[in-house]
């Protein structure tokens, strides 16, 4: 019989549903059970497209001896780390403390008041490579509880003081400045991988808000090292197997430094990250290989993540079914022999393609299959006939079993994607990407926001789910409208963009400036999560930073920008010391200082020529610049939706572009080349 997940709307709590263990949610009803029973709780943390969360589950959740007695001598409780990344977060801190490394599954034990005693990550059926069996983890807690009961509590008390202890300080630390950011260039200098791109060795991940910090950073001031080591690394990684050379879109990460083999499953955010980061590298070089990356990164979230309801689902799976052995295998979907380009391709064409994608008889994979790539040493072909190629195989890799897709809507991850697509449509002239971008930004305020502008974290089917947003959340979503309000010239997504900016500063803010991950009037857990640096995405921290910094260089709010200047405090502290884990923040800090500026175009919507300067002034490589557009405005009037465009009017009757930085205008300018350099565009 299904357990108590089943009424959840996580698909990954829902792949619990039919455990025989029996599966609590995270809720108080769950730790009161377990006060009354007298038992400790098992709290297991995953997410839908975790491999090694899959093989867990398969090897023992699944298992009725293993369950049974879970269920005899615990309260089993399930958490979706993306539907509730505060209890994923105050635990995985626990771990890393205790451990000193973390991961998913995350398995945690605790007493009836939520205190941890205990934890790890995946445990294997038997003993294996000094690692404990599940089981033997299970039975030495249950004597530990039942025998040492004192000692127990005791570390339990100790690790919640600990943990208590680690409150931050940065709210006197300053805003940074120039300095700062260049002890953070110098800092990630020192860990790049010249031979390979990205920074530190295997496993190695895409590294996308530190790129758009190199970008910013050479935009500000003109680093030839800091656009190099961002462009060499978008380079490798589009070459490698990380991204998948067929249908566009990046994988989790690479268990190799040379971006070969990766971690198959492909998550939104990393691409919306990355899809954004390659488009903002074409707009700084021109590059062809960045278009074509960014383009084919879109459509490919477009494609396969796309929801019926417009949003965009969280993530595909690593795994699929094997054709051969009908075994759910990691990367089965994507690797190829070339045996199996020739089925398709025939010899010609089928060699070729092997040696296009570096497939070999010994494979770079496993069984002697490889990962496709683009190796700078492959044969010479022709675009078309690389385009065919490409096409067939794709549509070869659609007839095998696809990896399952976990299709909630995350409301921060949405907001990623929203901002993403909608500049891919502006830089590359695709208006169907900025409609995907607005209908998705349409979801957001229909399901997600209540009557107050209160975020909830996700949805599913058109389904709210039961979870308050965080921090990230707010940041995130407040960025994907405000980019969408520039390229649309829509000024209603710069009102929802300030609704989300107030929310932060009333339910997230601290009164030395510095912002929690979760609101003022959250759930109360053993400790109020407030993390600064990066994971996989921008923190909610930096990215409610940069939310409120182009919220005031729109409207000229004093108060956002010192609650912006305020935040950065952490960065000031942090940036210098440890960039790799900072570089969103360090990014909203070059925008900081370049301003950020203020364009404001105005024109007629039927002349053409409005269209152009609107365009060039999103093609400015000016860190952070925010861009409104819309009618003239008299001299004697508001703004409108936008009130950068109060007192704008027209120069000699022409679209006319005005463009404001540290409260300094450059002269009003009807000419697209004029404006570009205005606003620092480094290619023609």
Not at 29 to 40: D, H, I, S, T, Y
Not at 246 to 258: I, K, P, Q, T
Not at 589 to 598: F, K, N, S, T, W
Request: aromatic share 8%; charged share 25%; with cysteine.
């Amino acid at each position: 019989m299904p357990n108590r997940l089943a009424n959840e709307t996580s698909p990954y709590l829902l792949q619990h549903a039919d455990n025989p263990v029996d599966w609590w949610p995270w809720s108080p009803e769950a730790f009161a059970q377990a006060r009354e029973r007298g038992v400790p709780v098992h709290l297991s943390v995953g997410y839908a497209s975790c491999h090694w969360c899959h093989v867990l589950a398969s090897e023992s959740f699944e298992d009725e001896l293993t369950a049974t007695y879970m269920n005899e001598h615990f309260v089993n409780i399930k958490v979706d780390r993306e539907e509730r990344p505060d209890v994923d977060a105050v635990y995985m801190e626990a771990v890393q403390a205790a451990t000193g490394q973390g991961g998913w599954p995350m398995t945690v034990f605790m007493t009836a008041d939520a205190e941890p005693f205990y934890f790890g990550t995946y445990f294997p059926p038997e003993p294996r490579q000094g690692m404990p069996s599940f089981m033997q983890v299970l039975e030495g807690v249950r004597t530990a509880w039942v025998g040492r009961p004192e000692e127990v509590a005791e570390v339990a008390q100790r690790i919640v003081r600990d943990l208590a202890g680690r409150e931050l300080d940065y709210g006197k630390a300053g805003t940074p400045g120039p300095e700062e950011l260049a002890r953070a260039l110098l800092g990630l200098t020192r860990e790049y991988d010249a031979a390979h791109g990205g920074f530190g060795g295997a496993p190695k991940f895409p590294p996308s808000m530190v790129l758009e910090f190199l970008l910013r950073h050479h935009a500000r001031t003109g680093s030839e090292g800091a656009l190099q080591m961002a462009a060499d690394t978008c380079e490798a990684m589009a070459r490698g197997g990380i991204y998948d050379q067929l249908g566009g879109g990046f994988a989790r990460y690479s268990v190799d430094r040379e971006w070969v083999v990766p971690h198959f499953e492909k998550m939104l955010y990393d691409n919306a990250l990355l899809c954004r980061v390659y488009a903002h590298l074409w707009r700084a070089t021109g590059s062809d290989l960045a278009r074509r990356v960014a383009l084919e990164t879109a459509d490919f979230m477009v494609r396969e993540l796309r929801t019926d309801q417009g949003g965009f689902a969280s993530a595909l799976d690593a795994d699929s079914e094997d054709p051969l052995t009908g075994e759910h295998v990691e990367g089965a979907y994507y690797a190829w022999t070339p045996a199996q380009l020739r089925d398709v391709l025939g010899e010609a064409d089928g060699d070729l393609a092997a040696g296009c994608f570096g497939v070999t008889e010994e494979g770079t994979f496993e069984h002697g299959t490889s990962v496709l790539q683009l190796p700078q040493d492959g044969p010479a072909v022709e675009a078309d006939r690389l385009a065919g190629i490409k096409q067939r195989l794709l549509a070869a890799r659609g007839r095998r079993p696809a990896p399952g897709r976990d299709d909630k809507i995350v409301a921060a991850w949405n907001g990623l994607a929203i901002a993403a697509l909608a500049e891919c449509g502006a830089y590359f002239e695709r208006p169907d990407l900025v409609e995907r971008a607005t209908e998705a930004a349409d979801l957001l305020v229909r399901v997600h926001m209540d009557g107050r502008a209160r975020l909830s974290r996700t949805s599913r089917d058109g389904r709210v789910g039961s979870n308050d947003g965080v921090l990230e959340d707010y940041g995130d979503v407040a960025e994907g409208f405000l980019a969408l309000a520039s390229v649309t010239g829509e000024g209603v997504w710069l009102e929802f963009a300030g609704f989300l900016v107030d929310l932060v500063l009333d339910r997230f803010a601290a009164e030395d400036g510095s912002l929690y991950d979760t609101a003022h009037d959250a759930e109360k857990l053993i400790r109020r999560p407030q993390d600064p640096t990066d994971t996989a995405a921008p923190s909610g921290w930096t990215a409610a930073a940069g939310a409120l910094l182009s919220y005031a260089a729109h409207t000229g709010s004093q108060a956002h920008r010192t609650a912006a200047e305020r935040a950065l405090g952490v960065v000031h502290a942090l940036g210098p010391r440890v960039p790799r884990f900072i570089g969103h923040g360090l990014s909203v800090a070059e925008a900081l200082l370049d301003g950020p500026r203020e364009v404001a175009v105005v024109g007629h919507p039927e002349d053409p020529a409005l269209a152009l300067l609107h365009r060039t002034a999103l093609l400015g490589t000016a860190p952070g610049a925010v861009v409104a557009v819309g009618l003239p405005r008299a001299a004697d009037g508001d703004g409108g939706e936008f009130p950068l465009l109060a007192e704008r009017t027209l120069v000699r009757d022409l679209p006319t572009a005005y463009v404001c930085r540290h409260f300094v205008c450059a002269r009003p300018t009807t000419d697209p080349v004029e404006l570009a350099e205005q606003l620092g565009v480094i290619r023609p």
